[in-house]
């Protein structure tokens, strides 16, 4: 059995907002183990987070980005023009160095992905509030793309989009911008502008980056 490592004395107010009840009962379950931490509340809505009370006296958010109400992103930007004190970890399945970078720029030092060993999330939070940005090595990752879309004939037509659309969000969702997918697809970046215009237009997402994450992640694109 691991040995529960001694923290100094200093307790540590942590918020846990994500809207599934399993990932906030794990996350509760690990940092219980350890004295210093203290679960101060959870939320499953991006709007109900944002009316939070707690969120001034807290030293940590655990941040999931798909979430109903507002996404994690805009929660990001709201907190950031608050200058609050609370450091912000992201905690999500999207595994994108493009999205990674967005968070960060929006104000979270930490960026985590949900596959990844959770039974570290104790070090990583207290690496964040030791003035460290904890980001995954996106390096490590093969990227692969499908290239043959043969098989997702009807998935095509029930979404109206085409086989260089479903690329397009593919390479979007690993993190590339319009002028490096360009550059591999040998198109300018006005026409990969114009995709990326036409495939939130046919998804009816309105240039929500998350939902195109997610879209992608429940069709099993990325």
């Known amino acids: 059995m691991q040995e529960v490592p001694n923290f100094s004395e200093k307790h540590i107010k942590v918020i846990i907002a994500d809207d599934h009840p399993l990932i906030i009962k794990g996350i509760t379950e690990i940092l219980e183990k350890y004295p210093r931490f203290t679960i101060v509340n ?35 930007e709201k907190i950031k023009a608050m200058h609050l004190k609370l450091q912000i ?23 985590i992905l949900k596959s990844d060993n959770l039974d570290k999330l104790a070090d990583t939070i207290l690496e964040v509030l030791d003035g460290k940005t904890v980001m995954p090595n996106f390096s490590e990752k093969t990227e692969e793309y499908v290239n043959d879309f043969s098989y997702l004939d009807d998935f095509l037509k029930k979404y109206n989009l085409t086989k260089r659309e479903v690329e397009v969000i593919q390479m979007v969702c690993k993190g590339y911008s319009s002028q490096e997918i360009a550059d591999k697809l040998f198109l300018s970046s006005f026409t990969v502008q114009t995709h990326r215009r036409n495939i939130f237009k046919k998804l009816n997402i309105e240039g929500n980056t998350i939902a195109l994450y997610k879209f992608a992640s429940q069709h099993g694109l990325v």
């Not at 959870?42 to 507002?70: C, E, F, I, R």
């Not at 970890?89 to 960026?111: D, I, N, P, R």
């Open 42 to 76: 959870t939320y499953n809505n991006g709007h109900t987070l944002m009316q939070s009370t707690s969120l001034p006296d807290a030293d940590v958010l655990l941040l999931d980005l798909n979430m109903p109400g507002k996404d994690g992103l805009q929660v990001l």
């Open 89 to 111: 970890l992201v905690l999500t399945s999207y595994f994108s160095k493009q999205l990674a970078e967005q968070c960060h720029a929006a104000g979270a030092k930490g960026y």
